[in-house]
């Protein structure tokens, strides 16, 4: 059974800094590429990254690129988002997915973590 299960979340200032961790079971990790998706309160999903099965090819939604940064260990089948310079439009809860492939579609949701920005 495939397993995704999100931490990290919760309420940060703007212009702080959180780090999200999704931890994978079930399926082999090290296989798949892994994307996060969020939601803000009242809207629909949005694709925030993408990260290839090995690490080397990401991909980033371009209203979070240069200050999120998705990484993976795949020792840990641990996926991460570094998520600095925090702005109250990112308030949403982030899901962690698994792609089927590069740009494959998802197949697989964990159960969302929610990010707050807020004075």
């Known amino acids: 059974e495939v397993q995704l299960v999100e931490s990290g979340g919760g309420l940060v200032q703007p212009g702080g800094s959180l780090r999200l961790s999704c931890a994978a079971s079930g399926f082999t990790f090290s296989n798949y590429a892994m994307s996060w998706v ?3 309160p009242g809207k629909g999903l949005e694709w925030v990254s993408v ?3 090995n690490g080397i090819r990401t991909s980033y ?4 690129k240069g200050r999120f940064t998705i990484s993976r260990d795949n020792a840990k089948n641990t996926l991460y988002l570094q998520m600095n310079s925090l702005k109250p439009e990112d308030t949403a ?3 962690c997915a698994k792609d089927r492939g590069w740009f494959d579609g998802i ?3 964990g159960q969302g973590t929610q990010v707050t920005v807020s004075s």
């Open 38 to 40: 969020r939601q803000a």
């Open 51 to 53: 990260i290839n099965n």
């Open 61 to 64: 939604v371009d209203s979070v």
């Open 93 to 95: 809860v982030y899901y």
């Open 107 to 109: 197949d697989y949701w």
